[in-house]
């Protein structure tokens, strides 16, 4: 786990807005709501959810608790499954062979060996298990700082759309130009001089 491992890939955000009601209420009832289905879905190529960080194969916050001290920590659960290509490759082969002594051809159109390919794929995605991908969050709510324990591309696109449709509130990924709008102190001119900056190129 990202969280307690001896090295760290981290993402760092700043949450923009507040709950009216109680944080701890509102991320609860909202973690379930959008929490990764228990049960593998046989047509999803993709699944998503939030999951306990203690136990993120069995995805009951009922048991669990997601406040730690100021924080909230739970963990974002990515389920994906992928087919090898020469998976696909074996079960079209022998398709195209079933294919071609029922018809008594000995070849076959590219239009049927499309047709051949997405019914493999089909038939594979609903045999073969997703592969699970855990990334911890670690949200301290009253400062609006947020660490996602990952820096994968895909990851944090899908984190940061699951977070805004589970708490309406929005992800800003912090870096350089980011900072300077939400956590600096600079004025507003400062600020302006700053966005404006453009990269200089030194050439000999």
Do not use: C
Not at 35 to 43: A, C, Q, R, V
Not at 93 to 106: P, Q, Y
Not at 112 to 138: F, G, R
């Amino acid at each position: 786990m990202g969280l307690i491992s001896s090295t760290h890939s981290i993402s760092r955000y700043h949450i923009e807005g507040k709950f009216e009601g109680s944080a701890a209420e509102e991320v609860r009832n909202n973690l379930i709501a959008y929490s990764i289905p228990k049960l593998e879905s046989e047509f999803d190529a993709l699944s998503a959810g939030w999951t306990p960080f203690e136990s993120p194969y069995n995805p009951d916050f009922d048991k669990f608790s997601v406040q730690f001290g100021t924080f909230f920590v739970f963990s974002l659960r990515i389920d994906k499954k992928s087919i090898p290509l020469r998976l696909i490759q074996k079960y079209m082969a022998l398709e195209i062979e079933k294919k071609m002594e029922k018809s008594g051809r000995e070849f076959i159109s590219k239009n049927e060996k499309t047709e051949i390919k997405e019914m493999v794929i089909d038939l594979l995605m609903h045999k073969i298990p997703a592969v699970p991908s855990i990334y911890e969050v670690l949200w301290n709510y009253e400062e609006q700082n947020l660490y996602l324990f990952t820096t994968q591309k895909a990851a944090n696109e899908l984190f940061e759309t699951l977070f805004f449709k589970s708490f309406k509130l929005k992800p800003i990924r912090l870096f350089p130009y980011t900072l300077v709008e939400t956590k600096s102190s600079f004025s507003n001119s400062d600020k302006d001089r700053i966005l404006s900056l453009a990269p200089l190129k030194y050439t000999r």
